[in-house]
């Protein structure tokens, strides 16, 4: 990996004005990544995408990359610019109506290569995941994966853009196309640092719109890199850019009328605030928002197979992700007798660092995160939870990792609503136990929940799991699957209070969400025109 990111002075067009502009380029290339955590001299400046060309920004407020691992500084990321913001926005508003002209066979051949080019580059941006995030190497080549599944999907945009056309009257035909919107921004979380901007960004392109993203001030390196791969698949100027930032650049972004749609995932407060000004500015809003995923077993489940998927659902990632299971219903006694199963397996995985290939769960984003799960727990034991595993104050024997923000996996029993450790979503490793004493208490428990993200049924029994899809309110659902997260040839479905939109992310909705229907009604006789006595004002019928 270089040690720090090339500069080379460029005189480039600034708005209403020539100005001097420093360029960079990555410090990561397709052959030459990092392989373990850097050091001080190894940091790196983190550019914007504007116009094709990484930028070096020249905002005076710059903010502190960490490694969660170490709490070291990896890099910088700049608060964009007023300035910057702009020429972003403006950049994009004026590529669309050239890149919307590309013919849908040209878009998807960009499209294919962008496939390639992730497929060939995705060590390297699991790379810069663990880098800056702190998963285990594997689970973020898994992040980029499922990115990857997106774009793959994208590809057929040929038949998912293709019009529907009839006859409805003698010798006139109604046409139904669906147009691009213009620019879109997407707004994107720290814990899928490439899966969530893959969510959005290939259906953006091949259904010809353009695209101003802003990854989350925390991890943007992956980001980075993914925007270099769209300029090398052939993606023009304009069509894609990346800003940074915080409240000015989000607030920037959902209320400028050039912005059309918005799509965002990330924290219920944001999500709210966003869904809201963005609504209130007349744009369409897809958001996904929190979660408190449940996971039932029956005692007549595989006991090693639920044990085995609970564990890796509950603690996978460190617990940061929407889909994971943070509430574990148990029905009757024999089923809560497996708990110490659970317990034990658990004490199996390894914390550490995600470049050491042993590691099973790497550290939480930060120490603010670190503290308020610590707290959460706390505060769920004074109401009267159970410990049985604690990963509270979990300290990494390696003296470069004594810094790191880690929390084993942790388990609490005789959780009830009301408690923090069931209420909130605490974003952690950390698994909430629940017993009740029939399946029916087990529906309810859930339905009653404000959230609808995912659920899961371990059983043997077809009729319990017929039962179970039929009356469950969840948008994902699986039976004897902890994370039941469909492939994108369907779209992400979370409801209630994890989504706020009419739309969901990627399959056909995603492809509703980023276009809007024209009719067209043709009229072409082939038969002489028989004018009328005078004018006809009545409504007019076909036939």
């Not at 470069?400 to 084993?408: A, E, I, M």
């Amino acid at each position: 990996m270089r040690s720090f990111a090339t500069l080379r002075r460029r005189q480039l067009l600034g708005i209403g004005s020539r100005r001097l502009r420093s360029t960079l380029t990555l410090s990561t290339t397709v052959h030459q990544y990092p392989h373990t955590h850097i050091s001080k001299e190894e940091q790196y400046i983190t550019p914007s995408f504007v116009n094709n060309e990484f930028i070096k920004s020249e905002a005076k407020t710059w903010y502190d990359i960490h490694d969660p691992a170490t709490n070291e500084v990896v890099s910088t990321v700049a608060q964009s610019t007023p300035e910057e913001l702009e020429e972003a926005i403006s950049s994009s508003d004026s590529a669309f109506n050239a890149w919307r002209e590309y013919s849908v066979i040209k878009r998807q051949s960009i499209a294919f290569k962008f496939v390639e080019l992730l497929k060939l580059n995705m060590d390297r941006l699991a790379s810069m995941i663990v880098l800056e995030q702190g998963k285990t190497f594997q689970d973020a080549r898994g992040d980029v994966l499922r990115g990857l599944q997106v774009a793959e999907a994208s590809c057929n945009v040929t038949n998912d853009l293709m019009s529907s056309s009839l006859e409805v009257a003698s010798d006139m035909e109604t046409k139904m196309v669906r147009e691009p919107l213009g620019v879109i921004t997407s707004i994107c979380p720290f814990n899928f640092p490439a899966m969530v901007p893959l969510w959005s960004l290939p259906l953006v392109l091949v259904s010809g719109n353009t695209i101003v993203l802003k990854p989350s001030e925390r991890v943007p390196g992956a980001a980075m890199i993914i925007a270099e791969l769209c300029r090398e698949a052939g993606v023009p100027p304009g069509v894609v850019n990346m800003v940074h930032g915080k409240h000015d650049t989000v607030n920037k972004l959902i209320k400028d009328p050039r912005i059309k749609a918005v799509t965002f995932v990330g924290g219920d407060g944001a999500g709210k605030y966003i869904y809201e000004e963005a609504t209130r500015n007349g744009k369409r809003v897809q958001a996904n928002l929190g979660a408190k995923n449940h996971l039932i077993v029956l005692p007549d489940a595989d006991k090693a197979h639920f044990v085995n998927a609970v564990n890796g659902a509950a603690f996978g990632a460190a617990g940061q992700r929407c889909m994971a299971i943070s509430v574990l219903v148990t029905v009757g006694k024999e089923t809560h007798g497996w708990l110490d199963d659970v317990v034990a397996d658990a004490k199996k995985l390894t914390v550490g660092s995600g470049f050491d290939s042993k590691t099973d769960l790497g550290p939480l984003i930060s120490p603010e995160a670190l503290e308020r799960a610590e707290m959460i727990i706390d505060d769920s034991v004074k109401q009267g939870a159970e410990i049985m595993l604690d990963g509270r104050g979990y300290k990494h024997p390696n003296p470069q990792f004594t810094k790191g923000n880690w929390l084993g996996p942790t388990i609490l029993k005789n959780i009830s609503p009301g408690m923090r450790a069931y209420d909130e979503e605490i974003f952690g490793p950390v698994l909430s136990v629940v017993n009740v004493d029939t399946f029916d208490e087990a529906i309810q428990l859930v339905n009653s929940n404000k959230y609808g993200n995912g659920v899961s049924l371990f059983t043997s029994s077809g009729s319990s799991a017929q039962k179970f899809t039929k009356n469950i309110n969840c948008g994902q659902v699986g039976v004897n699957v902890p994370i039941p997260v469909p492939l994108p040839m369907f779209s992400f479905t979370g409801n209630k209070a994890s989504f706020l939109g009419d739309l969901n992310f990627y399959g056909k909705a995603g492809m509703t969400f980023l276009t809007q229907p024209k009719t067209i009604t043709t009229l072409w006789k082939t038969t002489p025109f028989e004018p009328s006595s005078k004018p006809s004002v009545s409504m007019p019928t076909q036939t």
